[in-house]
């Protein structure tokens, strides 16, 4: 992951460009690269940290 100044790319999380003024996460999963402002990135990691909490205690992963 690498975090900066936004460079205009669309925020994966809120479809909004990611402007100069603001921080931009770049997350590469595999062959996926996204991009997210950095309040986004910290409600998309916080629900999928609670998603994968959940199905480890329901047993589903």
Known sequence: MWA??????????CDAAITASDVEHEIIDGPA?????????????????????????DGTR
Request: aromatic residues 14%; contains cysteine.
């Open 33 to 57: 690269t996204v991009w997210a402002h950095s309040a986004c990135y910290q409600i998309w990691l916080w629900e999928s940290t609670a998603y994968e909490r959940a199905n480890v205690m």
């Open 4 to 13: 900066g100044h936004g460079t205009g790319r669309i925020c994966i999380v």
